[in-house]
Each structure stands twice: as structure tokens, then as C-alpha cells.
């Protein structure tokens, strides 16, 4: 596989995007969880959004990367 080259700008406004968006699943990750604690069976709904914020993080953290070799 190889990689495309990408500019700083692809960069920056993908992380804004992936940003915004574990921002979102944060949110609902706390929503889910307190219906939950109201009776609610939503284990697997809050499983999947916690493994996608994971995966959102390690990708931001490797945008982070290429966004500070670019800078240099």
C-alpha cells in the first residue's frame, strides 16, 4: 500500500474533521451510558463507540505526526 502526499492542508482539515466527530461520539458515549444506568441494554452500542474513539485517537495522533514533519 502506498501512501498519497498529502499536503499540511489535507492534514489540518482532516483532523478538524476526526476532531469534531470524537467529539461527537464523546457525547453520545455519555448519553448512551446514562440511559443505560436507567435500565437500558446499550453495551454493545457503548463497546463500539469507545473502539471508535480509539480508533479516531490513533489517527489523530498520526495526522499530529505528519502535520508537525510537514511544519519542520
Known amino acids: 500500500m502506498t501512501m498519497t502526499n498529502y499536503t ?3 492534514y489540518l482539515k482532516a483532523k478538524k ?11 453520545a458515549i455519555i448519553s448512551l451510558e446514562e440511559k443505560q444506568n436507567n435500565g437500558k441494554n446499550l453495551k454493545s452500542q457503548i463497546t463500539l463507540s469507545k473502539e471508535r474513539v480509539l480508533a ?3 489517527s489523530i495522533e498520526l495526522i ?3 502535520i508537525e514533519k510537514l511544519s519542520k
Do not use: H, P, R
Open 17 to 27: 474533521s476526526l476532531v469534531s466527530t470524537l467529539n461527537k461520539i464523546e457525547k
Open 64 to 66: 499530529e505526526l505528519e
Open 56 to 58: 479516531l485517537t490513533i
Open 8 to 10: 499540511l492542508e489535507d
